[in-house]
């Protein structure tokens, strides 16, 4: 066991894979860095600094570098996938997948389906997403909503080192396409986190607080930020159950329904805009499923629907914080006809 | 001076290329006829591109292709009953009815796939030859896209990266004279073959209606590859016979001109000539493949129609491969 | 932390549970003030990051004052309330109260706050065990665990037994921090560890106590090694006499995901609500890791279901071996025990002392903490010195 940061356990998930299996391989711009420099090899390791270090234990065969070319290295990640590769892909902003999005969405999505299932695409797509560090609105989205919205495709959303490492491990062993979101705020937290190989199955979500009074649901950062409320509110005597799904695709829907069925109350926190996202999704499961056990109307507290501003002020009133779930479970709790 | 290649080789390509044409021949009547579904996208006129190119490939080496695939699989070895189950959407088509005819696809020939992202072929190629290199001696990878695909970004950056990484691909771009209902000429800015040096990769240019023409023109270039030298550019000018998709009027060609290429440039007529001619092959081993290829057809366009289709309990299947 | 001054007062104290527990909440006083306490008498309800549970009076008399006010959080060893003769004086209370803060504040100013204790790893015949070591001197104490578990097991136990001496709770091979690739998963492979165990440490001779499958495993030794123990204490573990739920541990082997694994484990207690989200989700982490479940089968196969089928296997012949040895043997089961049924006093051997608990299962060290710590150390009082010569 160790303490590590969330930015550790995902190297240490990957150096432990591709010791496991060689045709594990890293894609991405920068995934070393240095290339053709006169200065360091290695010289970044993403652009985040998350695969610092391996280049220089794997060397060139097993993590590539890119020229800036989503499209193309995207589409060779899928092909050479889909002939006996395992590549990890590094596409560093979960906003650039709008330049890659024929290659994500409708190549290795579909793949398999397409070709009446006789391949298998076992690719994994690392991105970080969210905003909170002025990146403004071109690379501060969080989009995991609109991966999940494609067949073909498993989303990921971790929330702590122990979960990222776990889970990427699971991933890259994965046989499908999977989306990895790493949110950027969460790059630095340390936790305790085991030095072995671990498996976290996707589609399981976690229960990070039990509590009678309310289900809170809430992904990547704003489990966090739903955390902080949920004890924030535990001197008003509300107890709230803190759900993290973990992944949205597939979705752990019987641990949502079975919590709300038992508190009758459901807010979810997304930190999106308030169309078509993983807040709606979730709403609409449990009005079909759980309805009779509602005893108030579900809330979400989301982004609100504008793009992300730069300056600091502004991002502050554009991401989710704790008073304003608070405030969601208040008014859910107090709810009455 | 009789050809280098040996009689299998020539009686195979001739194989190949005479079952594609009267596949697609086929097709174009039947689909007139309204009992085909779904877009199709015929080959006819352009067979020595495909069969010129495979016949330097074996079953370890890749092909990826564009939405104009019924060729491209024949050529890399897909059985053509298996083909035309698939555009008729049947369960024991090549993709057990998922696909059609955009998308027929053969891993057991590493046919990586007809495609709608008609340049995307381009970079699943750069893919398997990143594979191919890492794990084989000497197999490659080839993508034949269309001269209109060629223009997507995705293509380019293709070709940048297979420099930049050194792989065993080869770039075919089949300029069949047009990009759907515009011209090649009109849309394509400098050369294609020439595309390749910008790249710092060699590129070719040969006559598409000639199969001789085309297997001497690839094999430097597949030599290249499979000695890890690198990735080239062939461009392969021919014209297409039938339109874009069948349905397609083609007003925009000229009024004699699919005439004028059927009787002058006729890549299975210039073959049977100078095949002959050189005494390689005769005539009459030729004409007993027309008869057994005939028959063929015949057979697979009158079972596929009634063939089963894909049960319901497909619906949703296959769509991952581990646990969801 | 005890009382110490002569007097008849007694302190209440923050009790450590677990080498986490640097300090805890005092949620609730069970007893008010002024009212009468037996030994054992739950007396006031602690919350800690991980856990919530009851603290029972170790002493008898009145509840004299109530130093801790709800909600108030404090450190481990810390003073929560007083306990005496009806006859004390509020000047008696108070001196006692400033000697013990007196006192207190000095303990801590040496050791810091009565601090968290991380184990440690030692290597034995080139493998790596984590151990936990608590409290020094007397006649060391070894505790074993059970299949599935590691040395938190012992979370309410560890630092009562420390009091009296040095005392050191083992994760077993394929559990907790030891090493996780077992050769075949049979007794005498995790016995031959624990000795090795014994070895690397230099203990020379100790008292064991094993729960469950980490009884088998002591029995094993110390019939093997008679000279090494001093007295033995198995805690719901297979024996003559005992009957075995078997598709219990089926179903934990194949529990990977919380909602089977919380069903499983509340098998376990006669009480649910002691089955919390951080115990199923602790278990659950532990057999995520690579290697363990494989290793809990073999040792499932080896060391549990083959020896239960065997008519003279492991557990059955050894406790007749051991009493012939005069090696001093006691049972201790739950009385709502649903995995292993506890055995009649008549199915043991004479001089194998057998003590049911009452509203315990099958952890009942956990559930019943006090009064199992209470049958430990008497136990180990009355055969601190060798008997019978080997």
């Known amino acids: ?337 | ?324 | 932390m005890s009382a110490g001054n002569g007097s008849e007062l007694h302190a209440l104290t923050m009790p450590k549970w677990g080498m986490a527990m640097t300090e805890g909440k005092v949620i609730a006083w069970l007893k008010e003030t002024g009212s009468p306490v037996k030994a054992g008498d739950d007396v006031f309800e602690v919350e800690t990051e991980k856990i919530v549970n009851v603290v029972e009076s170790q002493a008898e008399g009145i509840l004299l004052a109530q130093i801790a006010k709800v909600d108030e959080s404090f450190p481990v060893g810390g003073l929560i309330g007083v306990i005496g003769p009806a006859e004390a004086t509020s000047e008696q209370v108070q001196d006692f109260v400033s000697g013990f803060q007196e006192r207190f504040q000095e303990f801590l100013q040496e050791h810091g706050t009565a601090g968290a204790i991380d184990p440690s790893n030692i290597e034995v015949q080139g493998k790596s065990l984590r151990y936990l070591p608590l409290g020094e001197g007397g006649s060391p104490k070894v505790l074993i665990h059970g299949m599935g578990s590691d040395l938190n097991s012992w979370l309410f136990n560890h630092a009562a037994l420390a009091d009296t001496g040095a005392t050191f709770a083992l994760d077993l091979p394929g559990h907790g921090g030891s090493y996780k690739t077992l050769e075949t998963g049979d007794v005498a492979e995790l016995t031959a560890a624990t000795l090795g165990f014994l070895d690397s440490l230099e203990l020379g001779r100790v008292h064991l106590v094993g729960h469950s499958l980490g009884g088998s495993v002591a029995a094993q030794l110390a019939s093997e090694n008679p000279s090494r123990v001093y007295s033995l204490t198995l805690i719901s573990s297979l024996g003559p006499g005992t009957r075995v739920q078997p598709d219990f541990l089926e179903s934990f082997l194949k529990a990977g995901r919380r909602k089977a694994m919380k069903a499983c484990l509340t098998r376990l207690v006669a009480d649910p609500e002691m089955i919390t989200r951080d115990l199923v989700e602790n278990v659950l982490r532990v057999k995520r890791i690579e290697g363990v479940e494989e290793s809990w089968a073999k040792i499932h196969q080896q060391a549990i279901v083959e020896p239960a089928q065997s008519v003279d296997g492991a557990p059955f012949g050894v406790l007749e071996r051991l009493v012939q040895q005069g090696t001093p043997v006691q049972v201790v089961f739950g009385a709502e025990d649903r995995i292993v049924s506890a055995p009649l006093p008549s199915d043991l051997p004479q001089g194998v002392e057998l003590h049911l608990i009452e509203h315990a299962g099958h952890i009942p060290h956990m559930e019943a903490a006090a009064k199992v710590n209470q049958l430990l150390l008497e136990f180990m009082a009355r055969h601190s010195e060798p008997s019978g010569a080997i």
């Open chain 1, 1 to 337: 066991m160790s303490r590590i940061t969330f930015r550790q356990a995902i190297k240490d998930a990957l150096v432990l894979e591709m010791h496991r299996d060689e045709s594990v391989i890293l894609i991405g711009e920068d995934i070393a860095g240095g290339a053709g420099c006169d200065g360091e090899d290695d010289a970044w390791g993403g652009p985040l600094g998350v695969t610092k270090g391996i280049f220089s234990e794997f060397g060139a065969q097993r993590v590539l570098d890119t020229p800036i070319s989503e499209a193309a290295f995207t589409g060779a990640a899928i092909g050479a996938a889909a002939t006996g590769m395992r590549p990890v892909v590094d596409l560093m902003f979960n906003d650039f997948i709008a330049v890659c999005f024929d290659q994500v969405c409708n190549q290795a999505a579909k793949y398999r389906y397409l070709y009446g299932g006789q391949d298998s695409i076992p690719l994994v797509l690392r991105a970080n997403t969210g905003a909170g560090i002025g990146t403004a609105s071109q690379h501060s989205q969080s989009l995991h909503s609109v991966f999940s919205f494609f067949p073909g495709l498993k989303v990921v959303v971790p929330s702590s080192a122990y979960d990222a490492k776990g889970l990427l491990i699971t991933a890259i062993r994965d046989n499908d396409p999977v989306v990895f979101l790493e949110h950027k705020l969460l790059y630095d937290r340390v936790e305790e986190v085991p030095d072995e190989s671990y498996l976290i199955p996707l589609g399981e979500a976690n229960i990070l607080n039990e509590g009678e009074d309310i289900t809170v649901v809430a992904l990547g950062q704003m489990v966090h930020v739903a955390m902080e409320a949920a004890e924030n509110l535990k001197g008003s005597g509300v107890n709230v159950e803190v759900i993290d799904p973990r992944t949205t695709s597939p979705l752990d829907e019987e641990t949502i329904i079975e919590s709300v069925e038992q508190t009758g109350r459901l807010v979810i926190v997304d930190e999106t805009t308030p169309r078509c996202n993983f807040a709606c999704d979730v709403s609409a499961l449990v009005a079909q499923e759980a309805f009779g056990a509602l005893k108030a109307p579900v809330r979400m507290v989301t982004a609100p629907h504008t793009p992300i501003p730069f300056a600091s002020n502004l991002e502050r009133l554009y991401i989710p914080d704790s008073f304003r779930v608070e405030t969601a479970i208040r008014e859910t709790v107090e709810y009455k006809r």
């Open chain 2, 1 to 324: 001076m009789k050809s280098p290649l040996s009689k299998e080789v020539l009686l195979n390509a001739y194989r190949k290329m005479r079952t594609i044409r009267s596949f697609e021949d086929r097709m174009h009547a039947e689909f007139a006829g309204g009992a085909v579904p779904g877009f199709v996208h015929l080959y006819a006129g352009q067979e020595a591109s495909a069969v010129g190119v495979c016949a330097h490939l074996s079953d370890e080496d890749y092909l990826a292709g564009t939405h104009r695939g019924h060729g491209h699989a024949i050529a890399k070895g897909v059985p053509a009953e298996k083909v035309l189950l698939e555009i008729y959407g049947r369960a024991d088509g090549v993709c057990g009815g998922f696909a059609g005819s955009c998308h027929v696809h053969d891993t057991s020939v590493k046919y990586m796939g007809a495609n709608s992202g008609v340049g995307s072929g381009a970079a699943l190629a750069c893919g398997a030859a990143l594979t191919a290199k890492t794990k084989t001696r000497d197999a490659i990878a080839v993508a034949l896209i269309g001269e209109g695909a060629a223009n997507q970004g995705v293509v380019s950056e293709a070709m940048n990266l297979a420099s930049v990484w050194q792989l065993p691909v080869l770039f075919v771009f089949e300029n069949n004279g047009y990009a759907e209902a515009t011209a090649a000429y009109w849309a394509i800015a400098g050369d294609l073959w020439k595309r390749g040096e910008a790249f710092g990769m060699p590129g070719v240019c040969v006559e598409g209606h000639d199969f001789f023409a085309v297997v001497e023109a690839v094999a430097p270039l597949i030599a290249r590859a499979r000695k890890r030298q690198g990735p080239s550019v062939l461009e392969v000018r021919q014209k297409r016979f039938y339109g874009h998709f069948e349905g397609d009027a083609q007003t925009y060609r000229g009024a004699d001109e699919v005439e004028l290429l059927r009787s002058q440039r006729d890549c299975l007529t210039n073959f049977a000539s100078t095949a002959t001619s050189s005494e390689s092959v005769s005539r009459a081993e030729l004409s007993r493949i027309d008869v057994q290829i005939e028959e063929m057809v015949e057979s697979i366009y009158r079972t596929a129609p009634e063939a089963e289709m894909p049960s319901a309990d497909r619906l949703d299947a296959d769509i991952y491969a581990s646990d969801y």
